[in-house]
């Protein structure tokens, strides 16, 4: 097992407010939203940062995250009216959990460019 927070999300250890799950990915409503609809797509599989992602590899599974975005996305109506995908990576990132997670951020305008 890992050693990040999401691992024990991931084995049910800790609770979270799970919306979304299949084999190889799990969605949850981040515990500090900065939106009002913030949910973390994770994958099951253990990758720290997007720096460890192989695009030939790994397309399957960031493409399983993107079609959940899309249909969470739907699911809490912010689909039409626009979101935010966002992948932090390392510390100029902004990283804080060294498990890679898609944040959908949404219900919002958002600025551009990010602070
Ligand atoms: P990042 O800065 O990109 O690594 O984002 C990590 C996010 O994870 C941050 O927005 C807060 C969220 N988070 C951290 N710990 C927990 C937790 O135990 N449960 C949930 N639901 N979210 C968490």
Redesign the pocket.
């Known amino acids: 097992m890992g050693n990040t927070?999401f691992s024990k999300?991931i084995s049910k250890e800790?609770p979270?407010d799970i919306v979304f799950e299949t084999e190889n990915v799990l969605a949850?409503?981040?515990?500090?939203p900065q939106a009002p609809v913030h949910i973390?797509i994770i994958p099951k599989k253990e990758i720290p940062t997007i720096r460890e992602i192989n695009g030939k590899t790994d397309a399957v599974l960031l493409g399983e995250m993107i079609d959940a975005a899309n249909e969470i996305a739907k699911k809490e109506n912010i689909s039409e009216d626009g979101f935010r995908l966002v992948f932090?990576c390392g510390n100029n990132g902004?990283?804080?959990?060294y498990h890679i997670?898609m944040?959908l951020l949404g219900g919002r305008k958002f600025n551009w460019p990010p602070g």
């Open positions: 927070i999300i800790i979270a949850f409503r981040d515990i500090k973390l932090n902004g990283q804080e959990v997670h944040h």
